[in-house]
């Protein structure tokens, strides 16, 4: 049996030049991983690209495992700030309104780097963290849930985990395969229709 990666840290960057050390691993490595691929994202490629010394790299990164996982979760806490967000700005609306907002910001955040986005969804199963992306997925349900509870008068279902379950991974679905899988670049009219429809979909499902 192959043994599993190492994804953590050695230890964390607390003075300014060793987070700027870092910072320039992670980018790098994200750049590597966008213009090469996995397989080609080596230790020794990152630390020519970060233009850093392997050495340095392995004062903080035990393999190219932990890199992408570093940047695995730089993503998502940017992707998570938007989501965040916008729950907090749409707490005191309406469903109808509420949900065209939500799915709005779906599609904004999986158009945060959307070729790196691609990249990590298939290479997370080799670096061993869909326990993290699991729980990044508990966040947005848990926020969705507490939006429902609150607006319990305006829906038709009183089983508010269905609910939220069905409607965050309709959102998530939609918004990842337009982004991710559908054309190269989605215009202002494309984006507005999909969000039509898919506000449409799951404010429909909810009343």
């Known amino acids: 049996m192959a043994r599993k990666p190492l994804t953590k840290p050695r230890k964390t960057a607390t003075q300014e030049r060793a987070r700027v050390t870092v910072d320039a691993l992670v980018e790098a490595t994200a ?3 966008v213009k090469e691929g996995f397989d080609k994202a ?5 630390a020519e690209e970060a233009g850093v010394s ?3 790299l392995y004062q903080y990164y035990p393999s190219k495992e932990a890199l992408v996982a570093a940047v695995i979760d730089r993503h998502n806490r940017a992707i998570m700030r938007v989501v965040t967000a916008a729950f907090a700005e749409v707490a005191s609306q309406p ?6 907002r939500l799915v709005a910001v779906a599609i904004e955040a999986h158009q945060i780097d959307p070729r790196l986005h691609r990249v990590l969804a298939e290479q997370i199963p080799r670096t061993g963290r869909l326990a993290d992306v699991e729980a990044f ?7 969705f849930r507490a939006y429902l509870e609150a607006h319990g008068d ?3 279902t009183t089983d508010l985990d269905m609910a939220a379950f069905v409607s965050v991974t309709s959102i998530e679905a939609l918004a990842h395969t337009a982004v991710l899988h559908g054309p190269q670049k989605l215009s202002g009219e494309t984006v507005r229709a999909l969000v039509d429809e898919a506000t449409r979909l799951v404010a429909g499902y909810l009343r």
């Open 31 to 33: 750049r590597i991983l």
């Open 95 to 100: 469903v109808d309104k509420a949900v065209r």
């Open 154 to 156: 305006e829906l038709r």
């Open 54 to 56: 392997v050495g340095s």
């Open 42 to 46: 080596s230790t020794n490629r990152i």
């Open 137 to 143: 997925g508990r966040q947005t349900y848990a926020l």
